[in-house]
């Protein structure tokens, strides 16, 4: 089955909240972006939230920043590394290590929605996009993918036109690892115009610049809305004033 908006209508993408990186606490060794998180999420009965980053072999690994040297007792760039390399190091504070999207996708088998968040370096895609869109192409869950990058919701209809695609954005330009973009480049990424372009099944937008002419195209066009990162009351009072569903974190919904 393809959990996609031509097969099956996308009730499943907003029926429960996604718990952002999991559903981790550091104080429980519970760390964002590893199997423990992913495993008290389902537990919690809650969807999930995850990043992707692609190696230096060619693979995906589920995590958020970069560079090694915040979660790990590694140092220098994930995409320096083969997916071995990065499975042997330890995450700080846990007895987690870093997953694969492979692991990823067998450990959770469809028991909680997903969204994937594919972290772009914002130098062209391909490689990570055709990867994510392989895994997939066998997995019998509900699953979306998602960017901040436009060239990597356009690769995923590329390699994936039957995956279940997203914009993540938000009115002011703000991107995760794209501090270098120029504010040319911030304003395209930041205005309907660019929906347009993607034609996205649904956005995941920042929840402090709620609403926005990008949440009113969505809406106006029956897309979804997800909301990110909802941490606070007055983030959720945004949230179910304006979006469809939250990503939250740092407390239990």
């Known amino acids: 089955m393809r959990w996609g908006p031509g097969a099956q209508h996308l009730s499943w993408l907003t029926a429960r909240p996604f718990a952002h990186r999991g559903l981790h606490d550091r104080a429980r060794g519970i760390i964002e972006n590893t ?16 990043d992707l980053q692609r190696t230096g072999d060619g693979e995906a690994v589920v995590f958020h920043d970069a560079i090694l040297e915040r979660l790990t007792n590694g140092e220098g760039a994930v995409a320096a590394h083969s997916l ?18 492979d692991e990823l996708l067998d450990q959770v088998q469809g028991r909680a929605a997903l969204v994937l968040e594919l972290k772009s370096l914002w130098d ?38 039957r995956l279940v695609r997203g914009f993540t954005c938000s009115i002011d330009g703000e991107v995760t690892d794209g501090e270098h973009l120029s504010a040319a480049r911030r304003r395209a990424v930041s205005t309907p115009a660019i929906l347009e372009q993607l034609a996205p099944d649904f956005i995941a937008h920042q929840v402090r610049s709620l609403p926005s002419p990008l949440s009113r195209w969505a809406r106006r066009h029956g897309r979804p809305v997800l909301t990110w990162t909802v941490r606070s009351a007055s983030d959720r009072r945004q949230a179910s004033l304006f979006a469809d569903q939250m990503i939250f974190e740092g407390f239990t919904p």
């Not at 509900?142 to 990597?152: G, I, K, N, T």
């Open 35 to 50: 199997a423990s998180a992913v495993a008290t999420a389902i537990e919690h009965g809650y969807a999930i939230e995850v």
């Open 84 to 101: 071995r390399q990065l499975q042997q190091l330890s995450i700080t504070g846990s007895r987690d290590r870093i997953q694969s999207l």
């Open 124 to 161: 062209g895609c391909g490689p990570l996009e055709q990867r994510v869109a392989r895994a997939l192409s066998g997995y019998r869950g509900p699953v979306a993918v998602m960017s901040f990058d436009p060239d990597s919701v356009a690769a995923l209809a590329h390699y994936g036109p």
